[in-house]
């Protein structure tokens, strides 16, 4: 891939580009199915934990879901941008 420089992109760049765009759909998979995750987690904590897993599943909220998928789709922007504008040496 060709940068505005006339530069092609690196190996890595491409691989962080990946990365990113894999980030940023995580991210929003979480947020748009934040009730399903949590219940599934909540279940999953009941199920293999016993007792333990039935006193902290109350704490699968989906607003925890939420704050997830934010913190994913912060981290694939940061990726995508380090990708499209940082010039990784070789």
């Known amino acids: 891939m060709m940068g505005d420089d006339g530069v092609v992109m690196s190996g890595s760049n491409i691989g962080l580009l990946a990365v990113g765009i894999i980030f940023l759909g995580a991210g929003i998979?979480?947020?748009?199915?934040r009730?399903?995750?949590?219940?599934?987690?909540?279940?999953?904590?009941r199920?293999?934990?016993?007792?333990?897993?039935?006193?902290?599943?109350?704490?699968?909220?989906?607003?925890?879901?939420?704050?997830?998928?934010?913190?994913?789709?912060?981290?694939?922007?940061?990726?995508v941008f380090c990708a499209l504008f940082l010039k990784v040496s070789s």
């Open 29 to 33: 998979v979480f947020i748009r199915f």
């Open 35 to 45: 009730r399903q995750i949590s219940a599934l987690i909540a279940n999953g904590q």
């Open 47 to 79: 199920d293999y934990f016993g007792e333990v897993g039935r006193r902290v599943a109350p704490s699968s909220t989906p607003a925890l879901s939420a704050r997830v998928g934010v913190g994913f789709i912060a981290l694939g922007v940061i990726a």
